[in-house]
Each structure stands twice: as C-alpha cells, then as structure tokens.
C-alpha cells in the first residue's frame, strides 16, 4: 500500500508540472494588465477553485477543514502565496525560459531544507548536485542581461525558496491532517497583498479570463496535484518530478507565441538539468533500497 501511494504521489506531481508549465504561455496572452492586478484575480481563482476540489471531494466537510486550521499551515499558506506573486512577478520582468529554469535548481534547496528541518538524509550527490545547479544558472546569464533581466531572476529565486518551504512543511505535518485548507488560504493571502499595491482593480475581459486561466489551470490544478503528491513523495524529489514545468514551459511559448531562448539560457539549464537528475537519482536509489 505504501508504495502503492509512492506511485499515485509520483504521478500527481508530473501531471502538478504540466498544469504549471502553462503559466509563461498565459502571461504572455495578457494584453494590459498590470501584473499585481493579475495576480489578484488569478489568486481568487485559485482559492475558489481549491474550495470546489475540497467541497466535491468530502462534501459537507469544507467548514471543518477550515476551522482545523493550526500555525504549520499558515506557514504553508504564507510561502504558497509569496510564492505566487514573486513567480509571477518573474514572467513578467524576464524570459519564461530564464524564470522556469531557475526554477528548476528547486530540488536542491528542498533537499537542503528538508535536511535542517525533517533531518531528510543529503548524501554526496545531492551537494554536488547544488554546485551544479549554481554552474548552470552562473552559465546562463553569463552573456550579460538587462537590469529587467537580474530583477527577475531575484523574482524567481525567492519563488525557489518560497516553494521548498511549502513543500518541507507538507512534509512536515503528519500523516492524517488535510493541508488543502492551507493551500487554498495562500490565495487569499496573496489577494490580500496585491490588493493594497495593484494599481486598480479594473481589467479587461479578456485578461481577466486569462487570470481565471491562471488561477483555475495553472496554479489551481497544479498545486492541489502538489499538495496531494507530497504527503508520499521526499521533499527533494517532488521539484524534481515536477520538471515538466522547465522543459514545457519554453516549449509553450516557443511554438505559440515566438519566444525563442537564448544559447546560455539553453546551455546553462541543460547542466542545471543534469543537476538534478543527479539528484533525482540518488533520491530514487535511496527510496528503492
């Protein structure tokens, strides 16, 4: 039965990445938009669309759920929505390729995290697979970028981080509490924050179906497939079963709307790539013996 539920984790969080490859493919359809006020509607989005999922999966139950609710969860919930806003943030300041795969150096981090915090093993590979990474993200800006460029890298950085410790706490919390209350909650947060820093709450029809779009699909479907994989899936392994986000997402728009990525950017995320499949391995090895 537990492995049984190692695989179901393992396929939730492949299926969470391609959900999340979709979100550079959406911004980039947004036509005038600020990106707070994106934010805003897609955070709504999202926080309605997991009450639905929590509401049909155990009806009668989303009250109870609610008032369960203890300080591990408004962690989640905080570093879910800071998350959020700073990974957006990022698609709008840099490339998607540039955002996604910076993204990409999460497995490490996690398995950092998961050490200080779960005492979750970090073997040899994993350290070397951290220096990589950093090789890799060092190779992909080395060609010089525009001061746009840098802020969004720091954008994606801080969703990096913001990503692992909501993972690490999934992780942390046991066994037979539903963190899915706490998931939802981080779009509220993150509503809250836009609503005092977006520059009106004005939007066009057709962004504002692009934001559900967001909310609904991407980051919706996405992070309750999270949310679900983790509670069977080591914290090191769920960024990087997850990656069909990096190898997607330049994808996406490459082909629809023409963003094509730079040498470095390709050269340097093929080693942070090879990074964490180190990683990746050593945690499968680890799970199998």
Not at 67 to 72: H, I, N
Not at 254 to 259: G, I, K
């Amino acid at each position: 039965m537990q492995d049984q539920s190692y695989r179901r984790g393992v396929l939730y969080i492949v299926l969470a990445g391609v959900f999340l490859s979709t979100g550079g493919l959406f911004v980039r359809f947004i036509e005038d938009a600020s990106p707070w006020t994106v934010l805003f509607y897609r955070s709504l989005t999202f926080t309605a669309t997991v009450f639905v999922f929590m509401a049909l999966r155990n009806p009668g139950s989303l009250t109870n759920k609610l008032k369960a609710v203890r300080l591990s969860d408004l962690v989640i919930s905080a570093s879910l929505a800071f998350g959020f806003i700073t990974y957006v943030l990022s698609l709008f300041s840099t490339s998607v390729a540039n955002t996604v795969l910076i993204l990409s150096t999460g497995p490490v981090f996690a398995a950092i995290l998961g050490w200080l915090v779960l005492r979750e093993r970090v073997s040899i590979i994993t350290w070397l697979a951290m220096v990589m990474a950093f090789a890799g993200v060092a190779v992909m800006v080395s060609g010089g970028i525009a001061a746009d460029d840098m802020r969004g890298i720091i954008y994606a950085f801080l969703a990096v981080f913001s990503f692992a410790i909501m993972i690490v706490m999934l992780r942390r919390v046991p066994a037979t509490h539903d963190s899915m209350a706490a998931t939802a909650l981080a779009g509220l947060i993150a509503a809250f924050v836009c609503a005092f820093v977006m520059p009106t709450f004005s939007i066009s029809l057709h962004d504002l179906m692009v934001s559900m779009a967001l909310g609904c699909l991407q980051v919706g479907m996405g992070f309750i497939l999270i949310t679900l994989g983790s509670r069977s899936v080591p914290s090191a392994q769920v960024p990087l079963l997850a990656l069909a986000e990096t190898g997607l997402s330049p994808l996406w728009v490459w082909l629809l709307v023409n963003e094509t990525p730079a040498r470095n950017t390709l050269l340097g995320g093929a080693v942070v790539l090879v990074a964490v499949a180190f990683q990746g391995l050593a945690g499968w090895r680890n799970r199998n013996t």
